[in-house]
Protein backbone atom coordinates (compact mmCIF):
# COMPACT_ATOMS: atom_id res chain seq x y z
CA UNK A 1 0.00 0.00 0.00
CA UNK A 2 2.52 2.37 1.04
CA UNK A 3 4.47 2.35 -2.49
CA UNK A 4 1.76 2.79 -4.22
CA UNK A 5 1.08 5.81 -2.95
CA UNK A 6 4.18 6.65 -3.08
CA UNK A 7 4.16 6.17 -6.52
CA UNK A 8 0.84 7.92 -6.92
CA UNK A 9 2.48 11.04 -5.22
CA UNK A 10 5.25 10.60 -7.73
CA UNK A 11 3.19 10.76 -10.83
CA UNK A 12 1.30 13.18 -9.49
CA UNK A 13 4.46 15.91 -8.39
CA UNK A 14 4.89 15.41 -12.75
CA UNK A 15 2.35 17.03 -13.81
CA UNK A 16 1.28 20.61 -13.20
CA UNK A 17 -1.21 22.78 -12.03
CA UNK A 18 -1.31 23.85 -15.52
CA UNK A 19 -1.52 20.87 -17.13
CA UNK A 20 -4.82 20.09 -14.42
CA UNK A 21 -6.68 22.97 -15.17
CA UNK A 22 -6.74 22.38 -18.73
CA UNK A 23 -8.42 18.98 -18.30
CA UNK A 24 -10.84 20.21 -15.96
CA UNK A 25 -14.38 21.25 -16.19
CA UNK A 26 -15.25 24.73 -18.14
CA UNK A 27 -14.35 27.34 -15.85
CA UNK A 28 -16.20 30.79 -16.12
CA UNK A 29 -15.93 34.26 -14.36
CA UNK A 30 -18.64 36.91 -14.43
CA UNK A 31 -18.39 40.14 -12.57
CA UNK A 32 -21.39 41.51 -10.70
CA UNK A 33 -21.59 45.23 -9.70
CA UNK A 34 -22.43 45.18 -6.09
CA UNK A 35 -22.06 49.03 -5.68
CA UNK A 36 -20.33 52.23 -6.27
CA UNK A 37 -18.81 54.97 -4.48
CA UNK A 38 -21.23 57.79 -3.91
CA UNK A 39 -18.53 60.51 -4.49
CA UNK A 40 -14.46 59.76 -4.77
CA UNK A 41 -11.97 59.30 -1.98
CA UNK A 42 -9.02 60.74 -0.97
CA UNK A 43 -6.71 58.01 -0.67
CA UNK A 44 -4.07 60.01 0.80
CA UNK A 45 -6.10 60.38 3.86
CA UNK A 46 -6.30 56.90 5.04
CA UNK A 47 -4.81 54.39 2.33
CA UNK A 48 -1.00 55.20 2.79
CA UNK A 49 0.87 55.50 5.95
CA UNK A 50 3.85 56.67 4.15
CA UNK A 51 1.53 60.01 3.07
CA UNK A 52 1.68 58.86 -0.61
CA UNK A 53 -1.18 60.04 -3.15
CA UNK A 54 -0.89 63.11 -2.44
CA UNK A 55 -3.84 64.88 -4.30
CA UNK A 56 -5.23 61.23 -5.88
CA UNK A 57 -9.01 61.21 -5.65
CA UNK A 58 -11.06 57.78 -6.82
CA UNK A 59 -14.12 56.80 -6.94
CA UNK A 60 -14.10 52.87 -5.43
CA UNK A 61 -16.39 50.22 -6.51
CA UNK A 62 -17.50 47.57 -4.80
CA UNK A 63 -17.29 44.14 -6.86
CA UNK A 64 -19.09 40.20 -6.70
CA UNK A 65 -17.91 37.38 -8.62
CA UNK A 66 -19.67 34.54 -9.57
CA UNK A 67 -17.06 31.51 -10.78
CA UNK A 68 -19.01 28.64 -12.44
CA UNK A 69 -16.93 25.20 -12.66
CA UNK A 70 -18.74 22.43 -14.81
CA UNK A 71 -22.12 22.35 -13.09
CA UNK A 72 -21.48 23.93 -10.35
CA UNK A 73 -20.94 27.89 -8.53
CA UNK A 74 -19.35 29.77 -6.41
CA UNK A 75 -19.73 33.55 -5.59
CA UNK A 76 -16.71 35.57 -4.25
CA UNK A 77 -17.88 38.31 -2.30
CA UNK A 78 -20.77 39.68 -1.83
CA UNK A 79 -20.43 43.30 -1.88
CA UNK A 80 -22.95 45.97 0.61
CA UNK A 81 -26.05 45.22 1.29
CA UNK A 82 -28.53 46.43 -1.48
CA UNK A 83 -29.89 50.23 0.59
CA UNK A 84 -27.83 50.22 3.48
CA UNK A 85 -25.40 53.17 2.74
CA UNK A 86 -24.91 55.70 -0.21
CA UNK A 87 -22.34 53.30 -1.67
CA UNK A 88 -24.58 50.20 -1.70
CA UNK A 89 -26.10 48.97 -4.98
CA UNK A 90 -29.87 49.50 -5.91
CA UNK A 91 -30.20 45.64 -7.15
CA UNK A 92 -28.88 42.41 -5.23
CA UNK A 93 -26.84 39.74 -6.04
CA UNK A 94 -29.81 37.35 -5.92
CA UNK A 95 -31.00 39.09 -8.14
CA UNK A 96 -28.51 39.51 -10.63
CA UNK A 97 -27.88 35.86 -10.31
CA UNK A 98 -31.40 35.24 -11.76
CA UNK A 99 -30.49 37.67 -14.90
CA UNK A 100 -27.96 34.41 -16.00
CA UNK A 101 -30.24 32.14 -14.37
CA UNK A 102 -28.67 31.07 -11.08
CA UNK A 103 -30.53 30.55 -8.30
CA UNK A 104 -29.01 31.08 -5.00
CA UNK A 105 -29.23 27.31 -4.12
CA UNK A 106 -27.60 26.17 -6.84
CA UNK A 107 -24.34 28.33 -5.22
CA UNK A 108 -22.33 25.14 -3.77
CA UNK A 109 -19.60 27.95 -2.05
CA UNK A 110 -19.41 31.41 -0.92
CA UNK A 111 -16.17 32.70 -0.81
CA UNK A 112 -14.82 36.13 0.60
CA UNK A 113 -11.71 38.15 0.90
CA UNK A 114 -12.72 39.39 4.30
CA UNK A 115 -14.95 40.67 7.23
CA UNK A 116 -15.84 43.89 6.07
CA UNK A 117 -19.07 44.92 5.37
CA UNK A 118 -18.35 45.91 1.35
CA UNK A 119 -17.76 42.37 0.88
CA UNK A 120 -20.14 40.52 3.48
CA UNK A 121 -23.51 41.84 2.65
CA UNK A 122 -25.10 39.58 0.80
CA UNK A 123 -24.52 36.62 2.44
CA UNK A 124 -27.92 35.66 3.74
CA UNK A 125 -29.28 34.26 -0.10
CA UNK A 126 -26.79 31.20 -0.15
CA UNK A 127 -28.31 29.15 2.65
CA UNK A 128 -26.85 25.52 1.11
CA UNK A 129 -23.02 27.06 0.31
CA UNK A 130 -20.19 26.20 2.14
CA UNK A 131 -18.43 29.50 3.72
CA UNK A 132 -14.73 29.84 2.90
CA UNK A 133 -12.90 32.36 5.10
CA UNK A 134 -9.75 33.06 6.67
CA UNK A 135 -9.18 31.59 10.19
CA UNK A 136 -7.69 35.07 11.21
CA UNK A 137 -11.16 36.22 10.54
CA UNK A 138 -13.35 33.99 11.43
CA UNK A 139 -11.89 34.03 14.81
CA UNK A 140 -12.46 37.72 14.70
CA UNK A 141 -16.31 37.70 13.76
CA UNK A 142 -17.11 35.01 16.58
CA UNK A 143 -14.65 36.94 18.79
CA UNK A 144 -16.58 38.48 22.12
CA UNK A 145 -16.99 41.42 21.17
CA UNK A 146 -16.00 40.80 17.65
CA UNK A 147 -12.91 42.48 16.34
CA UNK A 148 -13.32 46.04 15.19
CA UNK A 149 -14.15 46.25 11.65
CA UNK A 150 -15.64 42.58 11.52
CA UNK A 151 -19.39 42.59 9.56
CA UNK A 152 -20.42 39.89 12.16
CA UNK A 153 -24.00 40.48 11.76
CA UNK A 154 -23.25 39.34 8.43
CA UNK A 155 -22.52 35.97 9.29
CA UNK A 156 -25.30 35.22 12.17
CA UNK A 157 -26.48 32.72 9.54
CA UNK A 158 -23.49 30.72 9.97
CA UNK A 159 -23.20 31.15 14.12
CA UNK A 160 -25.11 29.15 16.37
CA UNK A 161 -26.84 25.99 17.09
CA UNK A 162 -28.46 25.71 13.47
CA UNK A 163 -25.30 26.96 11.67
CA UNK A 164 -24.56 27.09 7.99
CA UNK A 165 -21.70 25.17 6.72
CA UNK A 166 -18.21 26.92 7.47
CA UNK A 167 -14.73 26.07 6.50
CA UNK A 168 -11.96 27.67 7.86
CA UNK A 169 -8.60 28.42 6.27
CA UNK A 170 -5.20 28.72 7.31
CA UNK A 171 -3.45 27.85 3.64
CA UNK A 172 -4.44 28.46 0.60
CA UNK A 173 -7.77 26.25 -0.37
CA UNK A 174 -8.01 24.39 -3.90
CA UNK A 175 -11.79 24.70 -4.38
CA UNK A 176 -12.06 21.98 -6.72
CA UNK A 177 -9.05 20.09 -6.23
CA UNK A 178 -8.42 20.32 -10.32
CA UNK A 179 -6.15 24.15 -9.88
CA UNK A 180 -8.71 26.19 -11.80
CA UNK A 181 -10.13 27.83 -8.65
CA UNK A 182 -7.96 28.47 -5.89
CA UNK A 183 -8.30 30.95 -2.51
CA UNK A 184 -5.11 32.00 -2.12
CA UNK A 185 -3.92 33.50 1.37
CA UNK A 186 -2.85 37.20 1.37
CA UNK A 187 -3.13 38.59 5.11
CA UNK A 188 -2.30 41.88 6.06
CA UNK A 189 -5.16 44.08 5.16
CA UNK A 190 -7.26 41.76 7.77
CA UNK A 191 -5.88 38.88 9.66
CA UNK A 192 -7.80 36.21 7.68
CA UNK A 193 -7.65 37.81 4.45
CA UNK A 194 -7.59 35.75 1.21
CA UNK A 195 -7.26 36.56 -2.61
CA UNK A 196 -8.81 34.41 -6.05
CA UNK A 197 -7.00 32.63 -8.33
CA UNK A 198 -8.99 31.38 -11.15
CA UNK A 199 -7.75 29.85 -14.30
CA UNK A 200 -9.63 29.44 -17.14
CA UNK A 201 -9.25 26.86 -20.07
CA UNK A 202 -8.71 29.75 -22.46
CA UNK A 203 -4.94 29.79 -20.42
CA UNK A 204 -6.81 33.70 -19.30
CA UNK A 205 -5.84 33.63 -15.48
CA UNK A 206 -7.04 36.54 -13.23
CA UNK A 207 -6.42 36.77 -9.42
CA UNK A 208 -9.09 38.81 -7.81
CA UNK A 209 -6.81 41.13 -5.23
CA UNK A 210 -9.71 41.84 -2.43
CA UNK A 211 -8.54 43.96 -0.40
CA UNK A 212 -4.82 42.88 -0.29
CA UNK A 213 -4.52 46.49 -2.64
CA UNK A 214 -7.12 48.68 -3.17
CA UNK A 215 -5.88 50.44 -6.01
CA UNK A 216 -3.42 50.36 -9.09
CA UNK A 217 -1.13 52.85 -7.27
CA UNK A 218 -1.38 51.07 -4.07
CA UNK A 219 -0.25 47.86 -5.92
CA UNK A 220 2.64 49.43 -7.67
CA UNK A 221 3.96 50.91 -4.80
CA UNK A 222 3.67 48.69 -2.29
CA UNK A 223 1.45 51.19 -0.51
CA UNK A 224 -0.09 50.37 3.34
CA UNK A 225 -3.34 51.62 4.28
CA UNK A 226 -2.83 52.95 7.66
CA UNK A 227 -5.71 51.04 8.85
CA UNK A 228 -4.12 47.62 7.85
CA UNK A 229 -4.11 44.79 10.01
CA UNK A 230 -0.56 44.31 9.61
CA UNK A 231 2.28 45.93 7.79
CA UNK A 232 4.44 43.29 7.26
CA UNK A 233 1.99 40.64 6.26
CA UNK A 234 0.30 43.22 3.91
CA UNK A 235 3.78 43.57 1.87
CA UNK A 236 4.57 39.88 2.04
CA UNK A 237 0.86 39.69 0.40
CA UNK A 238 1.56 42.22 -2.32
CA UNK A 239 5.30 40.50 -3.25
CA UNK A 240 3.41 37.23 -3.68
CA UNK A 241 0.37 37.99 -5.45
CA UNK A 242 3.39 39.68 -7.64
CA UNK A 243 5.30 36.95 -8.15
CA UNK A 244 2.11 34.92 -8.95
CA UNK A 245 0.87 37.16 -11.77
CA UNK A 246 4.01 36.99 -13.39
CA UNK A 247 4.59 32.99 -13.32
CA UNK A 248 0.57 32.19 -14.51
CA UNK A 249 1.01 35.28 -16.78
CA UNK A 250 -2.20 36.09 -14.97
CA UNK A 251 -4.27 39.45 -14.70
CA UNK A 252 -4.80 41.26 -11.10
CA UNK A 253 -8.05 42.72 -10.85
CA UNK A 254 -8.21 44.71 -7.90
CA UNK A 255 -11.65 44.89 -7.07
CA UNK A 256 -12.32 48.14 -5.73
CA UNK A 257 -10.45 50.23 -8.65
CA UNK A 258 -12.91 51.30 -11.54
CA UNK A 259 -10.15 51.44 -14.22
CA UNK A 260 -9.62 47.59 -13.65
CA UNK A 261 -13.68 46.49 -14.39
CA UNK A 262 -12.75 46.79 -18.13
CA UNK A 263 -10.63 43.35 -17.30
CA UNK A 264 -13.54 41.32 -17.55
CA UNK A 265 -16.73 41.09 -20.01
CA UNK A 266 -19.42 43.25 -18.89
CA UNK A 267 -22.10 41.78 -17.24
CA UNK A 268 -23.92 39.52 -18.05
CA UNK A 269 -21.26 38.31 -20.42
CA UNK A 270 -18.34 36.12 -18.48
CA UNK A 271 -15.17 35.32 -19.19
CA UNK A 272 -14.43 31.55 -20.52
Known amino acids: MKTGISLAIGAGALFSLSAVAQTAPEVTLTRIECGTGAKPTNVAERFTD ?4 KDLNLTFTFSCYLIKHGDEYMV ?13 PKVGIAERLAEVKVKPEQVKYVGISHFHADHTGQLAPFAGATLFIGKGDWDGVTANPP ?7 GFKDWIGANARKVETL ?8 DGTVMVIRTPGHTPGHSSLLVRLKSGNNFLLAGDAVHFRENYESNGVPAFNYDRA ?3 ASIERMKKIAANLNATVIIQHDLRDIGKLPAFPAAAK
Not at 170 to 177: A, E, P, Q
Request: proline share 6%; glycine share 12%; no cysteine.
Open 233 to 235: QTL
Open 50 to 53: TFAY
Open 147 to 153: MQGANAA
Open 76 to 88: WDTGFTPGSNPNA
Open 170 to 177: TLDKDVWG
